[in-house]
């Protein structure tokens, strides 16, 4: 089973910037799509962002767009999702999850969440 762990959250002041890594194992990436998301306290959960498996395809939500940048590196079997300009708003946990080559496949593998606060 593909295993997927999330990483770089953290407590940020509104403007500042974070980097999330997504990192796989038990499978190579490359045949995989993967999909940021996230869920803030009482909100349903929303997908973010979203990278093919060949990178070809990238999409994000409007309430990220400009401001957060989806990439991956196969060969270290990693996406990432760079976050900038971040806002109060932005605070959820974020999730890293695996579906089949593109981005309106299901996803069905998901790591554990990281924490993302967003305060003065």
């Known amino acids: 089973q593909l295993q997927l762990v999330e990483s770089g959250g953290g407590l940020v002041q509104p403007g500042g910037s974070l980097r999330l890594s997504c990192v796989a194992s038990?499978?190579?990436?490359?045949?995989?799509?993967i999909g940021w998301f996230r869920q803030a306290p009482g909100k349903e959960r929303e997908e973010i962002s979203c990278?093919?498996?060949?990178?070809?395809?990238?999409t994000y939500a409007d309430s990220v767009k400009g401001r957060f940048t989806i990439s991956r590196d196969n060969a270290k079997n990693t996406v990432y999702l760079q976050m900038n300009s971040l806002k109060p708003e932005d605070t959820a946990v974020y999730y890293c999850?695996?579906?089949?080559?593109?981005?309106?496949?299901?996803?069905?593998?998901w790591g554990q969440g990281t924490q993302v606060t967003v305060s003065s």
């Open positions: 999850a695996a579906g089949v080559v593109l981005c309106d496949s299901e996803f069905d593998s």
């Open positions: 038990g499978f190579t990436l490359d045949v995989y799509a």
């Open positions: 990278i093919s498996s060949s990178g070809g395809t990238i």
